[in-house]
């Protein structure tokens, strides 16, 4: 066991990458100085189980031994995307009119990162909800898990339902509150 060093110094920086598979990633101070490690089972506290790079991050940060760790994210905003849609098929829809859509509670069917998509059923509705993997990086997720509660915001586009946000579903009932 490390010795702990400095408790609760808050951090804010970005991701600067972070593999689900692994189990681990770094983030990057916006003060600079050395990475700090961002554990899976931290950022499955936080209720996610992936985050895309450089996404913007807020962290209780404790010093130890080995380095920087990350113990607590405070709040993680996806990239800045600017005001582009995720995708091509978003492109004829009103921006604003998307974001304050509502946010339904949903379940990942399956996703598939090398495939590029995946699929999620909103609670109480058979019908599959597309999910591209732009839209989950323009979100600040890296990834979905078989069963994994998420949030959606869904519109009816030329090729069916499709997801233009995705939260964790903690995210979305901090969000609510």
Same mark, same amino acid.
């Given at each position: ?5 400095? @408790? !609760?110094? &808050?951090?804010?920086?970005?991701v600067k990458w972070f593999d689900p598979g692994? $189990? ?6 916006? /003060?600079? !100085?050395?990475?700090? &490690? @961002?554990?899976?089972?931290?950022? #499955? ?19 130890? %031994? ?20 995720? &995708? ?6 009103? @921006? ?6 509502? &946010? ?17 059923? =909103?609670?109480?509705?058979?019908? %599959? ?6 839209? @989950? #990086?323009?979100?600040?997720?890296? %990834?979905?898990?078989? $069963? /994994?509660? =998420? ?7 030329? #090729?069916? #339902? ?7 579903? /903690? ?7």
């Amino acid at each position: 066991m490390t010795e702990q060093k400095n @408790l !609760g110094q &808050l951090v804010r920086g970005h991701v600067k990458w972070f593999d689900p598979g692994k $189990g681990f990633g770094f983030v990057v101070s916006d /003060e600079g !100085g050395p990475d700090i &490690l @961002l554990h899976a089972n931290v950022l #499955r506290n936080f209720g996610q189980s992936s985050v895309a790079d450089a996404s913007a991050i807020a962290v209780m940060v404790q010093l130890t %031994d080995r380095g920087a760790q990350a113990v607590e994210i405070v709040s993680i905003s996806p990239p800045d995307n600017g005001d582009e849609p995720a &995708l091509e098929d978003l492109a004829g829809f009103n @921006l604003d009119e998307l974001k304050s859509s509502p &946010l339904h509670p949903a379940r990942v069917k399956w996703f598939d990162k090398g495939k590029g998509f995946g699929f999620a059923n =909103i609670f109480g509705t058979e019908d %599959d909800v597309f999910v591209h993997v732009e839209v @989950l #990086r323009h979100s600040g997720l890296a %990834d979905l898990q078989p $069963g /994994e509660a =998420i949030g959606l915001r869904v519109v009816d586009g030329a #090729r069916g #339902r499709m997801a233009t946000q995705v939260t964790s579903w /903690e995210a979305a009932a901090r969000s609510d509150s």
